[in-house]
C-alpha cells in the first residue's frame, strides 16, 4: 500500500519492520480517521497455544504541521490488556506496576518517550447464579500516548516487550532471540 506522504510511508514501513517476540501475532486493523491526517494501526495478542494472555491495539498517527500538544508530528497511542491473578486484581499498587511496566520497556530499548501521558486500570469481576463456578477474574489496562522523536521501531518493539510483560512472560536478555516453536 502506498501512502501520500514519504514520511509516513518511511514511519509504516519501520513500524512494521519492528522486531517482536514469536509469541506475538499481529494483523494491520483500521486506524482512527479524525485524529491525525496519517494513521496506521496494528492490534497484536500474545498467545499461548490457544490462550490470549494479552492483547492490544497500537495506533500511529503523523501530522506533518506537528501538534503542539504532542510537540512533535509523530505519535503513538496504545491499548494494552491482560489478565491477571484475583490477588493481584485487587492489589491498589497493580496500576503502579504497570505503569512502570511500560517505563521499563522504555528504558530496556534504550528510548525515551516525549509528552507520555496515560492510565492504568484494573478490575476485577465476581460471577454469580449460573455463573457461579466460574473463578474470580482480573484483568489490567494500560492506556497510555507517547510523541515518538525518532527510532519508531524501536517504540513499537517497546510495546511489544509491553505485551509479554503483562501476560507474565520473561524478558529476554539482550541480544538474546526467542525461536519459534515449530511443533
Known amino acids: 500500500m502506498k501512502f501520500e506522504n514519504p514520511q509516513f510511508e518511511q514511519l509504516v ?8 517476540r514469536p ?16 494513521s496506521l494501526a496494528i492490534a497484536a495478542e500474545v498467545l499461548e497455544g490457544e490462550n490470549d494472555l494479552s492483547n492490544g491495539r497500537l495506533v ?15 505519535r503513538l497511542v ?3 490488556k491482560a489478565r491477571v491473578e484475583a490477588d493481584l486484581a485487587s492489589d491498589p499498587l497493580l ?31 465476581d460471577s ?3 455463573l457461579n463456578s466460574h ?4 484483568t489490567i489496562e494500560i492506556r497510555a500516548s507517547w510523541t515518538v522523536p525518532d527510532q519508531i521501531e524501536l517504540h513499537v518493539a517497546a510495546w511489544g516487550d509491553l505485551l509479554c510483560q503483562a501476560a507474565g512472560l520473561q524478558p ?8 519459534k516453536k515449530t511443533h
Open 13 to 20: 514501513t519501520s513500524l512494521r519492520s519492528a522486531p517482536f
Open 78 to 80: 496504545t491499548f494494552t
Open 95 to 125: 496500576t503502579q506496576v504497570g505503569w512502570t511496566w511500560l517505563l521499563d520497556c522504555f528504558s530496556q530499548r534504550g528510548i525515551k518517550a516525549a509528552e507520555l501521558s496515560g492510565t492504568v486500570t484494573r478490575t476485577s469481576s
Open 23 to 38: 509469541e506475538i501475532t499481529t494483523e494491520e486493523v483500521p486506524a482512527p480517521m479524525r485524529l491525525a491526517p496519517y
Open 128 to 130: 454469580y447464579g449460573e
Open 172 to 179: 529476554l536478555p539482550p541480544g538474546i532471540t526467542r525461536i
Open 135 to 138: 473463578a474470580l477474574e482480573g
Open 60 to 74: 500511529l498517527l503523523f501530522d506533518p504541521q506537528a501538534v503542539p500538544a504532542w510537540n512533535g508530528t509523530t
